[in-house]
Structures are given as C-alpha cells and as structure tokens.
C-alpha cells in the first residue's frame, strides 16, 4: 500500500529517495512527499499522483541534503490532499515522519496534544504519532546521560502509548544524519551500505544501492546514522541484527524490452515454473520433495484435513489446489478467504494442517488468518514467494515459490507458480496415501511438462491480442468454466476486472442458468473454459445456451475437442495436457487477453486505479 524510503549517507539524498519511490510505486499511490534538512528545518515537499510530479518539484528546488525519507501514500485516514500527503511535520518543526499502517487511538492522542498547544493540518491519524514524538522530544534531554539517541528515546517513548500498526521512519531538527524507524505490523526493511545506510517498505526500493539487509521485525525499533545502525525493541535494550542477503538483482525488477511488468511476467513464466520445481522431485523420479515444511513424512501422514487461507488471486489458486489435493490424494480441502478466516471463529478438526498462500507475504487478512490459526494451536505452513516476508516468519514452515519478483499489480507468474506448487503437494500427499509409483513418475512426468506447454501457448499471443481488439469495447463480460477451472474463470474475470475495469464475473459454467443468464445478450461476451472428458459434453450445452441468446463466445479449448461448428465466435486451442497441469496452462490465455483488453483500452495496466500490490490495511 504506502510506499517508505529513508537514506542517511554521503550522497544527496533527494534523487536516490525518488529512485526508490518510484520502484514503490506498483505498491499502490495517490500521493508522494520526500522530506530533507534544510538551514532552517526540513524541505518538504509533497504533490499529489505520480512520484513523476514530485520529481519535478523536488529537482525545480535543487533540494540538497545528504539524509531524509519519502513516502508514496494510499490514502486511509483523510482524502487525497496535500496537506494529508506525508511526510508530516509536527507543529513546534521539530520532528518529521512517514508511516505506513493506521493509529487506532489517534482521536484521544490528537485531544492530548491539543491541551499541550500542538496544532494539526490534515486529516490524518499520522500527524497525531508526528506530534506526540515530537512532544516527548521536547521532553528528552539534548544529550542523554546514558549516550542514548535523543530521538530514538523520545519515539519508543511515544510507542508505549500507540495503538495500532505501523511503520515510521522518523527525523529530528536537532539530531543531523539520523534516522529512526519503527515497525509493528507493517513491513519496514533496512538496507546496510558502506559508509550509507537505507530503509524501505519493499527491498525493491534499496537493492540498487545494497543487498544486506534486515527485515525488521514487529516491536523492533532501529537507529541508522550514515555509519552505522543499531537495533533494540519498544520495551528493552539493543538487539542483536541478523544481516539477510536479497537473493535477486535490481535487473530482475527492470522492465527490460518489455511494455509493462505484466507483460514481461506473462512471459516470464515458463522460467518461473522451472524454478518453482527445481529441486523439488524425489531421487526416484515419483513425488514431490519440499525443504522447508518443518513436518516430518511421519507427522504429514497424521493430517487427515487441510485448510487453505489467502486473498484474491492466491485464493483462485488454494480452490486449484483443493481440487488437486482432493482428486488425486483423496484427503479433505476447505478453503477460505483469510479476511473472512479471521473472523468467524470456524470449528477445525484436530488433525488439520493449515496453510496460507500470499505472494507478497505481506497481506494484513492472510497474516491475521495465519495468527488466529497459530492461536488456536494449528501448525501453520505458508507458501510465499517473498523471502524473509512477515508471513514466512511468522510460519511454522513453507514452500517459497522462487519466482522472482512480481511488480504487476495484477499477479501472473506468483499465481501459476501457486498453481504448480498445490499440484505438487497434491502429489507429494497422494503419494504418502494410495497414489501408485508408476502414477506418481507419470505425474511427476507432467509437472515437467508444463514450462514447455506455456511456451506454446504463449507463442498465440499475436492471435489473442487480435482477438482483444474486437472485444475491448465491451463492458460486461462472463468467464466460466468447471471443476479445476472454475477458479481460472474466477482469476480471468479478476485479471480482466482489476487492469481494464470492464465489470467481469467468474461462475461455475452450469451455475449461469440459476442467474448470470439474464445478463447475457449481444452486449456481454462470455470466455469459457472447455475441460475434455466427461465435462466436455455439459460445458457445450451451456455454450448452446448463450449462443441460443445470441452471446458472443471465446472459446479457450484444449487440443483435439471438436466443438460444434459456428459455437465459438473465437478459438484459443490449448495444448492437450494432464489434468495436474491444465488449470497452468488455460491460466494463460485469460492473463493475455485481459493484457491485451487493457493496453487496448489505454489502461495502467501496472499502476491500476485504486489498487495496491500488496494489502498491508485491513
Ligand atoms: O500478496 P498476496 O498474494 O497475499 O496478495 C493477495 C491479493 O491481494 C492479490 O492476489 C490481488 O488479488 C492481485 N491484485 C491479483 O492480481
């Protein structure tokens, strides 16, 4: 959501936090500000949409200064304005902040501080954490008989008094070089340079300048000067820092030749299966091998019920797996949304293994589903694609995807791999329970199969971007298909929803007749997803009943089906694959026509309005 960036260093600072706030800027924005010190206090500046905006601002004032933060905002408390825009600065000047996350208490810390003479300017629950530093700052001695930061004392100060999450980077006027951050709840990063020293919301804003760093963990403060930083928490002393290595390059985050991250994730994904299974299949050749599950053969062997919780696109992907785990290993499924999980208190049976997918492993509903499990005494296993993410810290275990990062805001390569990782679970549990030697090698035999599979389906990408063009202009549209593809129907309407706003809905195909019927007409297309075997014949009837309503159909069809001539108004033919692989490979023709629709339609397609990469608010 918010974007953070702070620098204290040798360089200037101002071009470097630009640098690093627009990398954020897939994160979700609606306004950017960077503060820096000036003769008289901090420079501020602040303007609403693009970091574009404030680059220009910020270079028309030359602004110097070899320390200072950034912040682009996602707007919760207050609208979009510049006053409510951060950094904010506390009334007396004496202290500056950004802050990701939301001050629950802010109302009666604003009533405090009013009665003290501190004045607001936004709307914000930030300015009311800005003002109370700032108030404890006025409090804390010039130089802290024990040798102890000014500032640091006078925010862990504050934070003893803090409900709510968040993570701040702070300034002080009289404490030059120094930067102070805090986090509870909202991931804060630091970045260890030499002879500089950084800290960001995502590592995709610092990786440029270095590749030690450490994931601050929440509770933990930290205190960077140019030379040198430490670490201690709310309520004690200095910690100890583990210092992590960024296993990719600021060149994996680069959009390359490619129009946009989606595209160039799109294409990315055959190398991203690989990677996702590299390593990963047993000596034998007939199951799945996973690292990092903390769980003994023996103790998996108990589980005899799993429970899946995420968010959006990763939720499309727990229903694949559902489907998967129950087809081929015969063990119960329930899946749920992680902000739904969290709330209704569901019985769980004893032996359930529960697991959550995020690729970000920063969303706030699927981390708090993963808490109330844990709570409930439920080992709880993730399935993440980003390393030393607050959901992988905080599970018993996992199974990271390796695929690199994805900047879209609409998620393809993150979700395929999810789809490749619950059809290897399914195998890794089938094979523990009835699952044959020479039925798991042959279905390990088709997981191998699938980077070359969507390398051929991705050679239709000039194909499908003209069927893109005759169906661009519409503004409803259905996608439906059945069993493992009912949620690439879900996902289509999604992908096509969230980057061209054309209003789209998912269904099961044979659940339109019981209320998605009424809306089709020459004016809504529907894109169905044609499953071979005994489905075949059902999904047909349901296309003869929107051709029978005169709906235009995109047919996405595996290899071989004949359908009915004149049925499909366009034919994306798949190639015949294995059930384990199929929603992988159908995955991809609705990523490229939404790519399509919308690059079409002149939409940002990375940046789309309102949305945010990863959901850090509730
Ligand atoms: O990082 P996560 O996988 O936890 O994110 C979950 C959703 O916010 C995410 O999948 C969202 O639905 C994407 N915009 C889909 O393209």
Known sequence: MCGIVGYTGKQRAAPLILE????????GYDS???????????????????????????????????????????????????????????????????HNGVIENYTSIKKFLLGRGYTFKSETDTEALCNLIAYHYAKEPKAAADGESRLLESVRKTLLHVEGTYGIVVMGIDTPGELVCARKGSPLILGIGDGENLVASDVAAIVSRTQNVVYLKDGELARHTPASFSLSTVNEG?????????????????????????????????????????????????????????????EFRQIDRFMFCACGTAWHACLVTEHLIERFARV????????????????????????????????????????????????????????????????????????????????????????????????????????????????????????????????????????????????????LGRLSLFPIALEGALKLKEISYIHAEGYPAAEMKHGPIALISEQCPSVFLVTKGEMFAKVVSSMQEVKARKGLIIAICTEGLELPAGLADELITIPDCDEAVLPIVATIPVQLLSYYIAVIRECDVDKPRNLAKSVTVE
């Not at 690093?20 to 994160?27: D, T």
């Not at 010190?37 to 030359?62: C, S, Y």
């Not at 399914?426 to 798991?440: C, E, H, K, P």
Request: hydrophobic share 40%; net charge neutral.
């Open 32 to 98: 950017a500000g960077i503060a820096v010190p000036a003769a008289d206090g901090f420079h501020v500046t602040k303007k609403i949409g693009r970091v574009a905006n404030l680059e220009v601002e910020t270079n028309r004032h030359k602004v110097a200064g070899n320390y200072g933060i950034g912040h682009t905002r996602w707007a919760t408390h207050g609208g979009v304005t510049q006053e409510n825009a951060h950094p904010h600065v506390s009334s007396d000047g004496a202290i500056v902040l950004i």
């Open 20 to 27: 690093g706030l627009k990398r954020l800027e897939y994160r």
């Open 332 to 479: 119960p499924v329930e899946v749920d949304y992680a902000s739904e999980f969290r709330y209704r208190n569901a019985p769980l049976h004893s032996n359930t293994l529960f697991f959550v997918m995020s690729q970000s492993g920063e969303t706030i509903d699927t981390l708090a589903a993963l808490r109330e499990a844990k709570r409930k005494g439920y080992r709880v296993l993730a399935v993440n694609n980003v390393v030393g993410s607050t959901i992988a810290r905080e599970a018993d275990g996992g199974i990271y995807q390796h695929v690199g990062p994805e900047v879209g805001v609409a998620s393809t390569k993150a979700f395929t791999s999810q789809l490749l990782i619950g059809a290897m679970m399914a195998l890794y549990i089938g094979r523990m329970r009835d699952m044959s030697f020479s039925d798991g090698a042959a279905y390990v035999n088709a997981l191998k199969a699938a980077p070359n599979l969507v390398r051929e389906v991705l050679k239709q990408a000039p194909a499908i971007r003209k069927i893109a063009e005759r169906f661009a202009q519409y503004s409803d549209m259905l996608f």
């Open 238 to 298: 200095d910690i100890k820092a583990v210092i992590d290595q960024v296993t990719w390059s600021i060149a994996d985050a680069e959009l390359g030749t490619h129009a946009h991250f989606m595209e160039k994730e799109i294409f990315e994904q055959p190398t991203a299966l690989e990677n996702t299974m590299r390593g990963r299949f047993s000596e034998d050749g007939s199951t799945a091998q996973f690292g990092g599950l903390n769980l003994s053969a023996a």
